[in-house]
């Protein structure tokens, strides 16, 4: 028995050195995309590009590594969509009534990372995910990929601003617009197929065609990693001693717990790991996940956690830890390809001042499209449980943020349940939900 066999016991789980390398790069190939649409999704939040492609590398291959060496789980892990929009949505003050420095969300998001490890510890994540209605942590993600969705269709360009009706159709006729649909239906078939890393593939395919019609600047492939200080180390912490900084670390908290547990218990499943309806080591496995996310911060990046693409190296034989160990050095040797990530994400200028980002969008619209599957779970025939959910889930896109989305959602809930006459069924969390988040509403209203 060789070492590595000894030490992730890939034999025992039914696997072999040849598959978990295989399931390692397989999942790589599916999630790889997050290094090319982090930093362009950061960068709106006035972060510096490289940077931020460096942090995400860095912390993505770190706590894929914890995962792989303390629970020896195939899960791999980087930032979350989802969590990086909420991010940009904090900084540019959508959230809290006011522009927040990027440096003071980084200490939000530390500041959770550090609450997820306490909870994971002491082993209290439980009683909090099961105290949550089971229609409202379905909504989150199915709101969340609308709203990713869209800011992927107005990044395309597919849809533009307009006057009296918010928004319209954009001009299907511009170049870089049909190059971006191009790359989505090039997407949409190869996930069809099944093919591994589709989304990388369409977007390798759609910036080798924007490089073909002069769309994109050639900058290369192949260089040394970009400088990570501009956002290495640059927390501020004194800036969370505003109170409306508070539902913003409860939120980051609580998405990035939804996440967590929704892919390891997924994963997990496919992979044979549940023991009796449970993940066994499941608290390694989620401070795993907390580790990336503090981590993460002091990078420079958002909410670092599971994916719940790892079950692709799943389908591919993944079984161990020693397939993360594969994924995390792809990450690392990421680092060195900053060139092409930085063609893929820097953005195609119009002459109207737009800049459209065809190679990346595609993915945004992809990824979105997946999101909302949990939407199929909401017991829509229960108008108490349908309404807040639904106000979720619009929510979200229609006023252009997840945290005014979920407020109106978590509001909602309690108060038609007291109203109908079924207090009893409402858990103190959620109150204590509803009045934190009904003060984002409160602070906005005297903001206003």
């Known amino acids: 028995m060789s070492l590595l066999d000894r030490w992730f016991g890939f034999s025992r789980a039914g696997s072999s050195?040849?598959?978990?390398?295989?399931?390692?790069?397989?999942?790589?190939?599916?999630?790889?995309?997050?290094?090319?649409?982090?930093?362009?999704?950061?960068?709106?939040?006035g972060m510096d590009f490289g940077a931020v492609m460096v942090a995400t590398c860095i912390s993505s291959a770190l706590a894929t590594l914890v995962m792989a060496f303390w629970a020896n789980y195939p899960v791999a892990l980087a930032p979350c969509m989802g969590e990086n929009f909420f991010f940009v949505s904090v900084v540019t003050g959508v959230v809290t009534g006011s522009k927040v420095p990027w440096q003071t969300a980084l200490a939000a998001v530390f500041v959770s990372g550090v609450l997820f490890l306490i909870l994971s510890l002491v082993k209290l994540r439980e009683a909090l995910i099961d105290k949550l209605p089971a229609s409202l942590k379905f909504a989150i993600p199915a709101g969340i990929g609308l709203f990713i969705a869209f800011i992927g269709m107005q990044n395309l360009g597919l849809v533009v601003a307009a006057p009296g009706s918010?928004?319209?159709?954009?001009?299907?006729?511009?170049?870089?617009?049909?190059?971006?649909?191009?790359?989505?239906?090039?997407?949409?078939?190869?996930?069809t197929l099944g093919v591994a890393g589709a989304m990388l593939w369409s977007m390798l395919a759609v910036l080798a065609a924007g490089l073909l019609f002069g769309f994109i600047r050639w900058q290369?492939?192949?260089?040394?990693p970009p400088d990570p200080r501009p956002v290495l180390l640059q927390l501020d912490f004194a800036g969370l001693l505003d109170l409306a900084m508070l539902p913003v670390v409860v939120l980051f908290l609580f998405m990035v717990?939804?996440?967590?547990?929704?892919?390891?218990?997924?994963?997990?499943q496919q992979a044979g790991l549940m023991k009796d309806g449970k993940l066994e080591r499941a608290?390694?496995?989620?401070?795993?996940?907390?580790?990336?996310?503090?981590?993460?911060?002091?990078?420079?990046?958002?909410?670092?956690?599971?994916?719940i693409e790892s079950a692709a190296g799943v389908a591919a034989g993944a079984r161990t830890g020693l397939a993360s160990?594969?994924?995390?050095?792809?990450?690392?040797?990421?680092?060195?390809?900053?060139?092409?990530?930085?063609?893929?994400?820097?953005?195609?200028?119009?002459?109207?001042?737009?800049?459209?980002?065809p190679v990346t969008a595609p993915v945004l619209i992809a990824v979105g499209a997946l999101m909302l599957s949990s939407a199929r779970h909401i017991e829509w025939d229960d108008f108490s449980e349908a309404l807040p959910a639904f106000l979720v889930l619009a929510g979200i896109p229609l006023t252009y943020s997840i945290a005014d989305g979920l407020a109106?959602?978590?509001?909602?809930?309690?108060?038609?349940?007291?109203?109908?006459?079924?207090?009893?069924?409402?858990?103190?969390?959620?109150?204590?939900?509803?009045?934190?988040?009904?003060?984002?509403?409160?602070?906005?209203?005297m903001l206003a």
């Open 17 to 45: 050195l040849r598959a978990e390398v295989r399931g390692g790069l397989v999942t790589f190939l599916a999630m790889s995309y997050i290094i090319f649409v982090q930093p362009a999704v950061l960068a709106g939040a």
């Open 166 to 191: 918010m928004v319209r159709l954009g001009n299907l006729a511009s170049g870089p617009v049909l190059l971006g649909l191009g790359g989505l239906l090039l997407c949409a078939v190869l996930m």
């Open 220 to 224: 290369g492939v192949v260089d040394v």
């Open 257 to 268: 717990l939804f996440d967590t547990v929704g892919t390891l218990v997924g994963v997990g």
């Open 283 to 307: 608290s390694r496995a989620l401070a795993a996940d907390a580790i990336g996310t503090t981590a993460g911060a002091l990078l420079g990046t958002s909410t670092v956690s599971s994916y």
């Open 325 to 357: 160990v594969v994924t995390a050095l792809c990450f690392l040797a990421a680092l060195f390809f900053y060139p092409l990530i930085k063609m893929a994400g820097g953005g195609v200028a119009l002459a109207d001042g737009q800049v459209l980002q």
């Open 408 to 445: 109106l959602g978590f509001v909602a809930w309690p108060l038609i349940k007291l109203l109908s006459g079924r207090a009893r069924q409402i858990p103190w969390l959620v109150l204590v939900l509803a009045v934190l988040l009904g003060g984002v509403f409160v602070m906005k209203a």
